[in-house]
């Protein structure tokens, strides 16, 4: 049964309709990437599921209807969306944002346990604990931000344009953690402009186009697929 199910998702975003009737599925355990060109609607269909755009459709997860449910209540379910951009709190230390990802856990050893599991996929930021997150360099503060979002040990990671901005090198490691999340049980869904990358590792993916879902499929079949490679992957 899918952990989260979109069934006819319509959502309108600064003015126009940004999704158009989408509907998809993620199974518990899988890595689900959406690939599409700038303004698609990848970053909408995460921020309806997230709950910071309002929808007409059905968005089920674990079999609860959570369409337009508020952030922090979806977070609480254990949805945790890692935004575009990474949006850390630049003027907060590393420990202070990790802080604020476990927002709703009471248990101080509780806390220190799930930090210490973040800082056993991303070393450098216990390296830095006491360094405000604005000066650190773009690859540290992704990891920040999905370190954040692992502070409240999501059932379901939503990724968006993880390898922005990134050079290679960090796009490799980003990517690693990500399999390593996935192969430890986590559910992924990932959203991401380097459609190589991200089918590499997906086992599953949709194609969307101006706010629609046009072709989907297993990752490694979307990769041979002759219209994704001439759109995305040239």
Not at 46 to 63: E, M
Not at 82 to 89: A, D, L, N
């Amino acid at each position: 049964m899918p952990l989260l199910v979109l069934e006819n998702v319509k959502a309108n975003y600064g003015g126009i309709q940004a999704l158009k009737g989408i509907s998809m599925a993620v199974t518990e355990g899988e890595i689900v990437t959406l690939i599409g060109s700038n303004g698609a609607g990848k970053s909408t269909t995460l921020k309806s599921i997230s709950g910071q755009v309002k929808v007409n459709g059905s968005i089920t997860y674990g079999g609860q209807n959570i369409a337009n449910l508020p952030p922090h209540q979806t977070s609480r379910l254990g949805i945790a969306h890692v935004p575009e951009g990474r949006r850390i709190f630049p003027k907060l230390t590393v420990k202070e944002n990790l802080l604020i990802g476990a927002f709703a856990v009471k248990q101080k050893r509780t806390i220190e346990e799930r930090m210490e599991r973040v800082f056993s996929y991303f070393p450098k930021l216990k390296e830095r604990l006491d360094q405000k997150g604005g000066t650190m360099s773009g690859g540290e503060q992704q990891m920040l931000a999905i370190g954040r979002a692992l502070m409240g040990r999501p059932k379901l990671l939503m990724l968006d344009e993880p390898s922005m901005g990134l050079a290679p090198i960090v796009v490799e490691q980003i990517f690693e953690i990500i399999s390593e999340l996935n192969q430890e049980g986590m559910t992924i869904l990932l959203v991401e402009q380097n459609a190589y990358q991200a089918l590499q590792i997906a086992d599953r993916g949709y194609v969307i186009q101006t706010g629609e879902i046009v072709l989907e499929g297993v990752g490694k079949e979307l990769m041979v697929n002759e219209q994704v490679q001439e759109a995305y992957l040239a």
